[in-house]
């Protein structure tokens, strides 16, 4: 997760390329697609969906990756997650 809120993309495909899962949930029940999203990690949404994440996930308050792109004004990051709809 800590590679996801810092931005690096690099570190993010080194921690999948390492076998690290990429759905496991921390507080507030987000996955790191779902971090990324809300932070408008643009480059990092790719690679996730890249690497098949479930890009459905839901956090603790039944907000999708479009919810919480839209509530922060990531227009780029939406503009990648509705080419994945």
């Not at 029940?29 to 479930?54: E, M, W």
């Not at 459905?56 to 994945?84: F, M, P, W, Y």
């Amino acid at each position: 997760m800590c590679a996801v809120q810092g931005g690096s993309t690099q570190a993010v495909e080194l921690i999948i390329k390492g076998g690290h899962g990429i759905e496991h949930k921390e507080q507030p029940g987000y996955t790191p697609f779902l971090l990324a999203a809300s932070r408008g990690h643009t480059q990092i949404v790719k690679v996730l969906i890249k690497h098949d994440c479930n890009s459905n996930v839901r956090d603790n308050n039944n907000n999708t990756a479009l919810h919480l792109t839209v509530s922060k004004g990531n227009i780029q990051c939406l503009s990648v997650l509705l080419e994945r709809s």
